[in-house]
């Protein structure tokens, strides 16, 4: 059934998934990083404390997010502001590095250049040794995606999220858009990109906004 179909026929009050993404972060090097992750920058508790005065009048039902440094301290932050509950979910995760975890992208590149090369040709299933393709976290985060939006119906939930489940959750509203291909909508840190839901229908509504 197509977006049209479901506003002619009356669709029900829409469910809205807020994404945003945690940092920035303590990274002066530019490493490759994943869970447990690393903390907040000044500058992104500033940021998430300006978030929290611009979501103050409308709060969501419940914060989720992964149980990584940044996302977890950025999600204590906004629930203990808005009077929320929040939930730590290991699924929402950044995706695993593997071998590459705390390496900037130049000494991969020297280190491993034809895994590199495989990296570019198939973005999607391409995994670093012992780490997780875009594909894997899709598997693990969509079913919960999935299960936040149909527990939270009718109502709006945050997801303090991370470059690769965001854009699972991208995808998860936006089912023609290749997973490869989610870079393309750029997620700023601390901003909100709305998804909204009649049912399993999903609608872009905002993005950066």
Same mark, same amino acid.
């Given at each position: 059934?197509?977006?049209?179909?479901?506003?002619?026929?009356?669709?029900?009050?829409?469910?809205?998934?807020?994404?945003?993404?945690?940092?920035?972060?303590?990274?002066?090097?530019?490493?490759?990083?994943?869970?447990? &992750?690393?903390? =907040?920058?000044?500058?992104?508790? @500033? /940021?998430?404390?300006? #978030?929290? %005065?611009?979501?103050?009048? +409308? $709060?969501?039902?419940?914060?989720?997010?992964?149980?990584?440094?940044?996302?977890?301290?950025?999600?204590?932050?906004?629930?203990?502001?808005?009077?929320?509950?929040?939930?730590?979910?290991?699924?929402?995760?950044?995706?695993?590095?593997?071998?590459?975890?705390?390496?900037?992208?130049?000494?991969?590149?020297?280190?491993?250049?034809?895994?590199?090369?495989?990296?570019?040709?198939?973005?999607?299933?391409?995994?670093?040794?012992? &780490?997780?393709? =875009?594909?894997?976290?899709?598997? @693990? /985060?969509?079913?919960? #995606?999935? %299960?936040?939006?149909?527990? +939270? $119906?009718?109502?709006?939930?945050?997801?303090?999220?991370?470059?690769?489940?965001?854009?699972?959750?991208?995808?998860?509203?936006?089912?023609?858009?290749?997973?490869?291909?989610?870079?393309?909508?750029?997620?700023?840190?601390?901003?909100?990109?709305?998804?909204?839901?009649?049912?399993?229908?999903?609608?872009?509504?905002?993005?950066?906004?």
């Amino acid at each position: 059934m197509g977006m049209l179909a479901r506003f002619l026929d009356g669709a029900p009050p829409p469910t809205r998934l807020w994404l945003t993404r945690a940092g920035p972060v303590e990274n002066p090097h530019g490493v490759l990083y994943s869970h447990p &992750g690393l903390p =907040l920058a000044p500058e992104g508790l @500033r /940021a998430f404390e300006a #978030l929290a %005065e611009r979501l103050a009048e +409308h $709060a969501p039902a419940h914060v989720y997010a992964p149980d990584s440094r940044a996302e977890a301290e950025a999600a204590r932050l906004l629930a203990e502001r808005l009077g929320a509950p929040y939930t730590l979910e290991p699924a929402l995760r950044e995706r695993a590095w593997g071998a590459w975890e705390g390496l900037d992208f130049a000494t991969v590149r020297r280190r491993w250049p034809e895994l590199v090369e495989r990296w570019k040709r198939d973005e999607a299933g391409f995994a670093p040794p012992g &780490g997780e393709s =875009l594909e894997d976290v899709r598997r @693990r /985060a969509r079913p919960l #995606l999935e %299960e936040l939006r149909d527990r +939270h $119906a009718g109502e709006a939930v945050l997801i303090v999220g991370n470059c690769t489940v965001n854009r699972v959750a991208l995808q998860l509203a936006l089912p023609f858009l290749p997973l490869a291909q989610g870079l393309r909508f750029e997620q700023n840190y601390a901003e909100l990109t709305e998804l909204r839901f009649y049912g399993a229908d999903g609608v872009l509504a905002r993005l950066n906004g």
